[in-house]
């Protein structure tokens, strides 16, 4: 359900929670670790430093490391800047009167659904995926 643009960056971030606190990653070396062009994700880090999951910093001993714990990153604080899936809480159909009081025929199971997959990316965090070593996360 993540775009693969998210599942590089949720590698990235992973492996820096990996890593002793404040220490910085090389975009190259995120790469390899994620499995993703070097010029891509090195443009996709810099717009979650924007985003304030990250912090960058140019030069020797530079690179990439998050902004806060692992454990204070969500799964939505990664994804949303991505994929925006805030944009998710609109009408499934794309209908603008669409609500409980006038539901479009999918309304209550895509709300349902829907607000169970956001509740798992704002409730899994960087520390939960990094914690789990034994299963590469894996693109379809």
Request: aromatic content about 8%; glycine content about 10%.
């Amino acid at each position: 359900m993540l775009s693969r643009t998210a599942i590089h960056a949720v590698r990235a971030l992973s492996y820096l929670a990996t890593l002793p606190a404040g220490t910085f990653a090389g975009a190259g070396e995120l790469a390899d670790r994620a499995d993703a062009p070097r010029n891509y994700l090195g443009k996709l880090l810099q717009g979650l430093a924007v985003a304030g999951v990250l912090e960058s910093r140019k030069g020797a001993g530079g690179g990439f490391r998050l902004a806060r714990a692992a454990r204070e990153i969500s799964l939505y604080d990664v994804v949303e800047p991505i994929d925006r899936v805030s944009a998710w809480r609109r009408c499934f159909l794309g209908r603008s009167t669409c609500s409980d009081d006038q539901p479009c025929s999918v309304h209550r199971n895509w709300g349902d659904l829907r607000d169970r997959y956001l509740d798992f990316l704002a409730d899994t965090t960087i520390a939960d995926i990094a914690g789990d070593h034994s299963a590469p996360i894996e693109l379809a």
